[in-house]
């Protein structure tokens, strides 16, 4: 007679670790950061640490803990991305399969405009045996608005969080339906934007900052003097009728 042995399978998190301060995450994130097995985080190719795992090893001493970086691809190639993230879903298999739990940081809040999002989907997809969590944390978006001291949304206010792109027409609108919006990503389209805000007669109402309550962070009132100029990815747009 046999006897199997079987390992109760790993727990995956995703854990929002804020706007950059590493002082704005949750005593949740933090006790996770404590308790989980594997440290999991975005990876740059060129090296450096990205955004979350810079927060995260603030509160980690050096070797405390099972640290794996993953990488993943700039690229709309949907054959490349499928191939990626089936290889990025075994990798935290194995460490799930082994009873580990992986904690995935992520700046922001993981359930808005994440890598977080596609990953808990995989993996669900894969493996739904696995037990997944996220923590909420304090979005860019709110991180801005305390920072430059504008309330986002007050009564009947409508106020809305916008990927720009580069539907003209598109920007026009919400900007003309809602109060208040944050534009996410606005780096690529920041010319189009300040043209459109000039011509809605909306220029003095926006504000933009880049990587908004860290160390590193740029905030422009003036952002006329932005055209022409370019930014960085972390960088977004407030206005503020």
């Known amino acids: 007679m046999t006897t199997e042995i079987t390992t109760k399978l790993g727990r995956l998190y995703g854990l929002g670790v804020g706007p950059g ?3 704005l995450i949750t005593v949740k994130a933090f006790r996770l950061l404590k ?3 594997v440290i999991a985080y975005p990876k740059k190719r060129k ?9 995260a090893d603030t509160y980690l001493n050096p070797g405390e803990k099972e640290m794996l ?18 290889q990025t879903t075994e990798q935290l298999w194995e460490l799930l399969a082994q009873g580990k739990d992986v904690a995935f940081v992520t700046e922001g809040d993981p359930n808005l405009y994440s890598t977080w999002i596609h990953m808990a989907r995989t993996m669900q997809a894969a493996h739904p045996e ?12 709110l991180g801005a608005a305390a920072r430059l ?6 009564g009947d206010d409508q106020f809305a969080i916008i990927p720009a792109t580069e539907d003209r027409e598109e920007m026009k609108r919400v900007i003309e339906t809602h109060d208040c919006l944050v534009f996410l990503k606005v780096a690529k389209v920041i010319d189009m934007m300040i043209d459109l805000l000039q011509e809605l007669g909306l220029i003095e109402n926006a504000s933009v900052v880049t990587k908004v309550t860290s ?7 003036n952002v006329k003097e932005l055209k022409g100029i370019e930014l960085n990815y972390l960088t977004l747009m407030v206005v503020r009728k």
Request: charged share 20%.
């Open 149 to 154: 001291g504008i309330f986002l949304a007050d």
């Open 35 to 37: 308790e989980a097995d």
């Open 47 to 55: 090296g450096s640490k990205s955004y979350a795992h810079a927060i």
């Open 215 to 221: 160390g590193d962070e740029q905030v422009w009132q």
């Open 21 to 23: 301060d590493p002082e």
């Open 69 to 86: 970086g993953l990488v993943f691809p700039m690229t709309k190639d949907q054959e490349t991305l499928r191939s990626h993230w089936a």
């Open 130 to 141: 696995v037990e997944i969590h996220s923590v909420p944390g304090i979005s860019s978006a």
